[in-house]
Nanobody
Framework: QVQLVESGGGSVQAGGSLRLSCAAS????????MGWFRQAPGKERVFVAA????????YYPDSLKGRFTISRDNAKNTVYLQMNSLKPEDTAVYYC??????????WGQGTQVTVSS
């Protein structure tokens, strides 16, 4: 069974940067679309970024383009989220999601990101 483990969260001041990692177990990583989502307290989980299995294409909501960058290393079964120029409104639990060709989805347990002003 595939497991996703996020890391790299923490507390940072506004304007700072963090890089999140999501390591996947199993042999399905290189064929999966990977994504990042976030959920702030009292709010719904929302899309942050996605990357295709080959890494050739990436997707972001317009509000995050230019500040966040998703990447992956298929040799390490790991997807990353580089977050720059962080703002207090970026405070949330960040989740990694794996989507397989069968549309089966798996989620990590989340990692907390706190941005102080």
């Amino acid at each position: 069974q595939v497991q996703l483990v996020e890391s790299g969260g923490g507390s940072v001041q506004a304007g700072g940067s963090l890089r999140l990692s999501c390591a996947a177990s199993g042999r399905t990583f290189s064929s999966a679309t990977m994504g990042w989502f976030r959920q702030a307290p009292g709010k719904e989980r929302v899309f942050v970024a996605a990357i295709t299995s080959s890494g050739d294409s990436t997707y972001y909501p317009d509000s995050l383009k230019g500040r966040f960058t998703i990447s992956r290393d298929n040799a390490k079964n790991t997807v990353y989220l580089q977050m720059n120029s962080l703002k207090p409104e970026d405070t949330a639990v960040y989740y990694c999601k794996m989507t397989l060709a069968s549309n089966r989805e798996m989620w990590g347990q989340g990692t907390q990101v706190t941005v102080s002003s």
